[in-house]
């Protein structure tokens, strides 16, 4: 009897931890979403906001351009954690009719603005929650907010989703080179004073991780380039401070919730040194901006041949281009 309870016992133990193992999350938390939350009111709410929307407005301008080469009307597009609008007020009324704005920030979703003409409806969500229907969208673009995602594969599957069939998903956010130099200012600093070192700057998305991702999601026909914004500071303390104002500081779980002063004062000075160009005052800041166009397969996009229908054979392309690409090509080329 007493066997027979011990196996009982034991299988339920199984039977428990399979249970709890089939609920953990397909991905890892890294960012407080809470917190990045607060931090975005409370930059929309201080009275200075529009001082520090000079990277922002002049990326989210990059990627209305991008929107525009596309030679189509948009009946009803969707911008993802929109910020302060600074993608919808380029969007024209003649390039999309109707545009849903989101953010997880009350306060920056009031603020933000489009251009006269242009239906706009504003919705509080997270961009890890979206709850847009099925094949609803013809357009998907998100300007500088992505990066802040904890599941980005689920959230690139959730937008293609809503995506129409040929439908196409515009973005852009922050590489893995953003910030190399405070990153790095920062942990020669603390590893000569403390002699060790904690993450104080978020990590971010490398580029070549963002073709797999959108892949995994379904996308196709992808478009992915990378773009170098070095801005000019008088100190790694205005830098700070600026990004503060933009709501990029940090929000990683693992954040530090202090740093010391001396700490600050010796990365400040290790910033100069190494980055400071000669002649020059201040220091530069570098963003790596990543741009990336995916489109919802569908019926009328362009599709590859079949392999091996191919009619002219690669040695000859030297051939063609001589003869101004006309060439008459034998059965054994």
Known sequence: MMIKTCVQHFNLIKCGAWRSLSTQPSHMN??????KRLQKERAALSADVGLYDYLKEEVGFRLADRVFDIKREFKAAADIGCNRGYISKHILAECVEHLTLTDTSASMLEQAQGTPGLKMHKLVQDEEQLEFEENSLDLVISSLSLHWVNDLPGC???IKSSLKPDGVFIASLFGGDTLYELRSSLQLAELERKGGIAPHVSPFTQIRDIGSLLNRAGFTMLTIDTDELVIGYPSMFE??????????????????????????????????????KPNEEGVPATFQIIYLVGWKPGPNQPQPLPRGTAEVSLKDLGTIFEKGGKIKVDGDA
């Open 156 to 158: 690139f599957e959730k």
């Open 239 to 276: 830098l700070m401070w600026d990004l503060k104002g933009m709501a990029e500081n940090n929000a990683a779980f693992n954040r530090p919730a202090h740093v010391s002063r001396e700490t600050l004062l010796a990365a400040s000075a290790i910033y100069k040194e190494l980055y400071a």
């Open 30 to 35: 890294i960012f407080d979403r809470n917190a």
